[in-house]
């Protein structure tokens, strides 16, 4: 059983000095709830770079190696069987998982997006991966993807108006992970692949992408460098593959490098601003945390403009996981969340785009059993979708929820009977007001995927 919390109360919003949903496990604090993920659910998590800098690495790599093929193997939920998913245990088994999904919206199918191959899914045999699934949960085709010959990953996806799709991940090259962006066709012909490195030379991943009504695309993920251990940061780049701008974030709270992290991104407002969430580390009573944190940057060239890491309670830790442009100039956001006498909660909230406006309503869904969010997405019916992991005392249970937009309420809240099966990463949304959730399973992982019904 879960308990259903409603809170209201003011939003205050501190002015930062100087984030479409990425659908994605993540654990905070020391004795989080084991999903078997921690906050790098991708098993390639890395943040962090100096305030504002720029790249100015926008070239288009066209020299990358991408595979594609049929595979009937799957069926209409459950786990993926179609392509070695290494679900029976055996020696050597592959690593599998999907991270991220879109509606395809030329087939009436999904998207899915993440990793396949190899025994961990580090080494160099385990490639970027995207899957067209129809409208039955069957695989039609797939395809990898392999950078540099080492392992990658394909964090997100997003099917494009303008046509075809963006892919964004990250690739190791040399030893270091090199944040990616790649646009192809609905026949997985690639069109160009951009690198969006950190411009302090460190790791880099690119976790989220939303498109622009101009066909640009705005992109957001993590990094490392010499000066803070993880950072966020966010760039544009247009329809033919070149970088209009990368911005790095660098906070300090307290004398504590913020490590501000970006893993869900959109676009609102007119003119037409950057809103990121994710999680910043802070200075508290003398203890170090993890914050749910929104920030705002200029659309027009990617300057921060505002940070809000008050959405939720004081004592709540965490991360948002998603962010959408709603009426009225609000944002809803979704955070997985935890805090004293709080194993694992999920919270919805609607806030103000110019952070701290109108009061915020805030709904907390938490029961006996800890709660991790995956993601979450609007559906068509005035309501979102919520996905993610129930930790029961008999073990990991997929979970959902329906959040009704009208009255703030959820319009129901369940654990997902099998086949389907943890952990729910990420959700899209389908046209009658329904989903389809995809994730990963234990290891050793294979995709797992499943309709989500209205």
């Given amino acids: 059983m879960f308990r259903l919390t409603r809170v209201l109360f003011a939003v205050a919003s501190p002015l930062g000095l100087a984030a479409i949903a990425c659908g994605r496990d993540v654990v905070v604090g020391a004795d989080a709830p084991d999903s078997g993920t921690g906050s790098d659910a991708s ?42 998913g290494g679900t029976d245990g055996e ?8 991270l991220s999904v879109g509606k395809a919206l030329t087939s009436g199918g999904w998207l899915v997006a993440g990793y396949q191959g190899g025994s961990t899914g580090t080494e160099p045999t385990s490639d970027a991966w995207l899957a067209h699934v129809g409208a039955n949960g069957a695989v039609t085709s797939q395809a990898t993807v392999d950078l540099f010959g080492g ?55 690119a976790l989220a992408v939303v498109e622009d009504a101009d066909g640009t695309l705005v992109v957001g993920g993590n990094e490392t460098s010499t ?20 911005t790095s974030v660098h906070f300090v ?46 659309g027009s060239d990617g300057s921060l403009s505002n940070s809000d890491d008050h ?55 938490s029961g006996a059993d800890p709660l991790t969010l995956g993601g979450c997405v609007p559906t068509s019916d005035n309501a979102v979708l919520l996905v993610g ?40 949304a389908d046209s009658l007001g329904g989903g389809f959730a995809v994730g990963t399973t234990p290891p050793p992982s294979a995709h797992t995927w499943t309709p989500i019904a209205p």
């Fill in 43 to 84: 098993g390639m998590d890395v943040g962090a770079g100096d305030d504002a800098s720029r790249s100015t690495d926008g070239s288009s790599d066209s020299g990358a190696d991408d595979s594609a093929g049929n595979d009937g193997g799957d069926a209409t939920s459950g786990i993926d069987a179609g392509d070695g």
């Fill in 151 to 205: 392992a990658d990953r394909a964090d997100f996806v997003a099917p494009l108006r303008s046509g075809g799709y963006a892919l964004a991940g990250g690739s190791i090259d040399a030893g270091r992970m090199r944040a990616f962006l790649r646009r192809s066709s609905d026949q997985d012909v690639m069109a160009w692949t951009t690198m969006l490195d950190s411009a302090q030379g460190g790791d880099s991943e």
């Fill in 389 to 428: 992991t129930a930790h029961t005392a008999s073990g990991d249970k997929p979970w959902a929820a329906k959040h009704d937009l009208g009255t703030f309420m959820p319009a129901w809240t369940r654990v997902l009977p099998a086949p389907a099966a943890p952990r729910l990463l990420a959700v899209a």
């Fill in 227 to 246: 000066m803070v251990p993880l950072d966020g940061w966010i760039a544009r780049v247009a329809s033919t593959g070149g970088v209009t701008f990368r």
């Fill in 311 to 365: 959405v939720f309670s004081p004592d709540k830790s965490g991360s948002v996981l998603g962010i959408y442009p709603m009426p009225s100039s609000m944002l809803f956001v979704c955070a997985t969340l935890r805090g004293p006498g709080d194993p694992g909660s999920v919270g919805v909230a609607l806030v103000s785009q110019f952070f701290g406006g109108p009061t915020t309503n805030v709904y907390l869904y």
């Fill in 91 to 98: 020696a050597g088994a592959v690593e599998n998982g999907a």
């Fill in 253 to 298: 709270s307290g004398g504590v490098a913020a490590n501000t992290r970006v893993r869900a991104i959109t676009l609102a407002g007119l003119p037409e601003d950057i809103f990121t969430g994710g999680e910043r580390t802070v200075a508290i009573d003398g203890g170090i945390t993890q914050v749910p944190t929104l920030l705002a940057f200029k």
